[in-house]
């Protein structure tokens, strides 16, 4: 399988932090966020990694190429500041024509979440969802019934939902094209301004079922503003490393 990381964002929240390089590169106990996943990937022997750039893109591009072995493949998304990740997604599609794995590129992780979804038997496309974490208004929700994710949203009331989806997906072989048509759909209808889970979504309501794997309580977290990025050094960081 090929794996799909999404790295287009502006980054605007973060302030001077992405002044000068994209979210991806901002270094976490002296590597950047980017690094522990592409270790991650290798070593479950995933080496055809499709990287969609934005922001800053040329410099993301310049680092992997020299410091990882891997089958990259660049797509720009020259209009980073005018639309969000379903585009950037949509135009990885054409880069899939098996089963591949979504990977948001702002979010550090204890590894064995992604092994957890990489060894999940599921047959179905599969989200990574975090049951344990007190939820808030923000956070991209789920409500699960009989082991299916039956609505994501960040619009769920906290006390509706039962997760929070962290960024990570498994898209099977059975599920591309159908991804890729509800795709189509959600900017056919809504437009390239809203996320891709609107797609997952979508997907649900025509019918296709859509299961979730649990990060077990493990850590992890998206950085979005200075307070996660300091969070995340100063706490999650440390966590994972103690244990792993």
Not at 186 to 199: H, N, Q, T
Not at 200 to 228: A, N
Request: glycine share 6%.
């Amino acid at each position: 399988m090929k794996a799909v990381i999404l790295a287009a964002g502006y980054g605007s929240r973060l302030g001077i932090f992405t002044k000068h390089i994209p979210k991806a590169l901002l270094s976490i106990g002296n590597k950047p966020i980017i690094a522990y996943m592409l270790k991650t990937l290798k070593k479950h022997g995933i080496n055809d990694v499709v990287v969609v750039t934005g922001y800053k893109g040329h410099k993301l591009k310049k680092y992997l190429i020299k410091n990882f072995d891997f089958d990259f493949s660049f797509i720009h998304n020259r209009y980073y500041r005018r639309t969000n990740n379903i585009y950037s997604l949509y135009l990885a599609m054409d880069k899939v024509d098996s089963g591949f794995y979504i990977i948001n590129s702002d979010v550090l992780s204890h590894p064995k979440i992604f092994e957890y979804l990489h060894k999940s038997e599921k047959k179905e496309l599969t989200l990574s969802v975090d049951t344990v974490k007190k939820l808030g208004e923000e956070e991209m929700k789920v409500r699960i019934q009989n082991d299916r994710i039956v609505e994501i949203s960040k619009e769920i009331p906290p006390d509706d939902a039962n997760g929070e989806y962290i960024g990570f997906a498994r898209v099977p072989k059975r599920n591309v094209n159908d991804l890729h048509e509800h795709l189509e759909i959600v900017i056919r209808e809504k437009g390239k301004k809203v996320f891709y889970e609107e797609a997952f979504q979508s997907m649900i309501d025509s019918g296709i079922k859509l299961c979730y794997e649990s990060t077990r309580g493990l850590p992890w977290i998206e950085i979005d503003t200075p307070y996660d990025l300091m969070i995340a050094r100063k706490e999650v960081f440390k966590r994972i490393r103690c244990s792993t």
